[in-house]
C-alpha cells in the first residue's frame, strides 16, 4: 500500500473512533431502548482489491426493526481513490465528504436521515 493511501485508511479509522463511532453506539442504544436490534461493524482495508467498493474500509450500523426480517443498514464508507468518506443507507443516493468536513454535526445528520429509511413510520 502507497503512503498517502495509507494515511487516509489511518485519518479514515481516526475519524471513525473519534466522531463516527461515539454517534453510532449512542444511536445503538437508542434503537434497543426502542425494542429493535442494533449493530456496529467494521470492514477492514483489502489492499490487494482497491478497486472494489467492498474493499474500502467501512464503519457500518445495522438495524433490525422490531417485528421485521430485514436488516438495513447505514455504511460510512473510506474512498481511498477519492480521499472522501461516502454515507450511504437503503434506498438513498450517496452521499460525499472530503474527510476533513466529516464532523458531530454531519454524523448527526446523516444518522437523522438514515434513521427516516431504515426504521418503518409507527
Not at 23 to 46: I, K, P
Not at 110 to 119: C, D, G
Request: one cysteine or more; proline letters at 6%; glycine letters at 4%.
Amino acid at each position: 500500500m502507497d503512503t498517502e493511501t495509507d494515511l487516509f485508511v489511518q485519518a479514515f479509522w481516526v475519524k471513525c473512533r473519534d466522531i463516527i463511532r461515539p454517534e453510532f453506539d449512542e444511536a445503538v442504544d437508542a434503537l434497543r431502548g426502542a425494542g429493535h436490534e442494533a449493530n456496529v461493524a467494521t470492514l477492514e482495508f483489502s489492499p490487494d482489491e482497491a478497486g472494489n467498493a467492498d474493499a474500502a474500509p467501512a464503519m457500518v450500523l445495522t438495524v433490525r426493526p422490531k417485528g421485521s426480517d430485514t436488516a438495513p443498514a447505514l455504511h460510512v464508507r473510506g474512498d481511498v481513490v477519492a480521499r472522501d468518506a461516502i454515507f450511504v443507507s437503503a434506498l438513498e443516493t450517496p452521499r460525499r465528504y472530503d474527510l476533513a468536513q466529516v464532523d458531530l454535526a454531519v454524523v448527526k445528520r446523516e444518522l437523522a436521515t438514515a434513521f427516516a429509511t431504515l426504521l418503518p413510520a409507527e
